[in-house]
Every structure is written in structure tokens, then in C-alpha cells.
Nanobody, 118 residues
Framework: QVQLAESGGGLVQAGGSLRLSCAAS????????MGWYRQAPGKQRELVAS???????NYADSVKGRFTISRDNAKNSVYLQMNSLKPEDTAVYYC????????????WGQGTRVTVSS
């Protein structure tokens, strides 16, 4: 069983920055693609950024140039640095682990709330 624990959410003014962290338990972390998703009120959950086990990142168009995903396999952790935050970035952010590319998410964290005030 894998457990994912997010931290780092909070309230920030537009233009500010936050860094989300996700600590994973279990031995599959190093071989898993890790991702950050978000869900705003009344909207579907969407992929924000992902990073393969080899460290190759991918971003949603809405966050390109503002967000950076990274991972530290020695610490079983993945991070999301969020800069130039906008009110539309307000959402609950979830960490996710996918064991096999092309398959669905295998494990979800409990989420951390990010609120960006205008």
C-alpha cells in the first residue's frame, strides 16, 4: 500500500508563490510517474503537472512558465513550485502516483488547499 501526504498549501495573494510537497511511503515511488492535479469548486479534477521516473516533466498550458515540478527519489518526495499565482489557481491540489504509463492513477493523496486572493 502506498500513502501520499501533501503539504504546503495555504492562502497567498495574487503574484505570490507557494511550494507544495508530497511525501510518499512504499517502494514504488522511484518507478512511478508522479503528478499534481487540482480541482476547483464546481470543476473537474485536472492534471497540472507530471514527472516521469526519469525526471521528465510535463505541464498543463495554463501553468507553463509559472509552475515547476520536481522529484527527489532519495526522499520519496515530489514538489510543485508555484510562482506568479493567479486567483484561477485556487483549488485543492492532489498528489498522484501512476505505476504504469498509459494507465490511470493508482494512488491519490488527500489534497491540500491553495487559495489565491486578488
Amino acid at each position: 500500500q502506498v500513502q501520499l501526504a501533501e503539504s504546503g498549501g495555504g492562502l497567498v495573494q495574487a503574484g505570490g508563490s507557494l511550494r507544495l510537497s508530497c511525501a510518499a511511503s512504499g517502494s514504488i515511488f522511484r518507478s512511478s510517474m508522479m503528478g499534481w492535479y487540482r480541482q476547483a469548486p464546481g470543476k473537474q479534477r485536472e492534471l497540472v503537472a507530471s514527472i516521469t521516473s526519469c525526471g521528465s516533466p510535463n505541464y498543463a498550458d495554463s501553468v507553463k512558465g509559472r509552475f515547476t515540478i520536481s522529484r527527489d527519489n532519495a526522499k520519496n518526495s515530489v514538489y510543485l513550485q508555484m510562482n506568479s499565482l493567479k486567483p484561477e489557481d485556487t483549488a485543492v491540489y492532489y498528489c498522484a502516483a501512476t505505476r504504469f504509463l498509459g494507465s490511470g492513477v493508482d494512488y491519490w493523496g488527500q489534497g491540500t488547499r491553495v487559495t489565491v486572493s486578488s
